[in-house]
């Protein structure tokens, strides 16, 4: 594909509930970044890999979340006992290197806990 | 602790100019980005600066200044589709780190 993917785009839940959402990066990018954005804000940062692993994960709000990046590629957050205060847009990014390690945004997963 | 300060609301019009300040203080400096948002998408990126100037990119250009902790994204000649949010951001440590983000300036362009 041409640019980074999320599904699905909306996702309506209720309190309690365990979801999963999927980031698809520009391929052969090797960095990928989870950052949350709520209404008026910035993007906040949650956590980011580089391959496989997790390089840095120290914006992840509680324990409740968590996030996978198996084979290198596509990345899954997972929200367990998710709260009203996790609504958001969860916005996916990736990046290759090169000048200035320019991150390239997916169109993010609205979550609405209700 | 990181701090990017930029205003919540501009307003300009149609064919003029505008300018975006952005200040930060952050624990170290790799380089500022501009990021523009149209509501409901995503960010889309506009320009990178790591050493002081100006970067100049068609209508779009942004500055630096890392003595004084301050850029600021310099858009000419106005669209109605400029109407947008601009994003500040900092990557403090070198690498593929994070980018650290200020709130947003949503600009509205008015006829």
């Known amino acids: 594909g041409a640019g980074v993917s999320q599904t699905p785009s909306n996702k309506v839940t209720e309190k309690g509930k365990y979801v999963e959402l999927r980031c698809d990066p520009i391929?052969?990018?090797?960095?990928l970044y989870w950052y949350r954005q709520s209404l008026g804000q910035g993007p906040e940062f949650l956590i980011y890999f580089q391959g496989t692993g997790a390089a840095d994960d120290s914006g992840l709000p509680n324990d409740r979340f968590f996030a996978v990046r198996p084979e290198g590629s596509v990345s899954t957050l997972k929200i367990q006992r998710t709260e009203r205060g996790d609504s958001a847009v969860y916005l996916c990014a990736s990046t290759q290197g090169g000048p200035g390690n320019t991150q390239y945004f997916g169109p993010g997963t609205r979550l609405t806990v209700l | 602790g990181q701090n990017i300060d930029q205003p919540t609301e501009m307003t300009a019009t149609e064919g003029a100019i505008v300018q975006i300040n952005c200040t930060y203080q952050?624990?170290?400096?790799?380089?500022l980005f501009w990021y523009q948002q149209h509501a409901g998408e995503a960010p889309t990126f506009l320009s990178y600066?790591?050493?002081?100037g100006l970067e100049e990119k068609g209508r779009f250009s942004s500055f630096l200044s890392r003595s004084k902790g301050y850029s600021y994204l310099l858009l000419k000649e106005l669209q109605m589709k400029d109407s947008a949010s601009y994003l500040c951001?900092?990557?403090?440590?070198?690498?593929?780190?994070?980018?650290?983000f200020g709130k947003g300036t949503r600009l509205s362009v008015i006829a």
């Open positions: 952050t624990s170290g400096f790799n380089g």
């Open positions: 391929s052969g990018h090797t960095a």
């Open positions: 951001a900092v990557r403090s440590l070198p690498g593929n780190t994070p980018l650290v």
């Open positions: 600066n790591v050493l002081d």
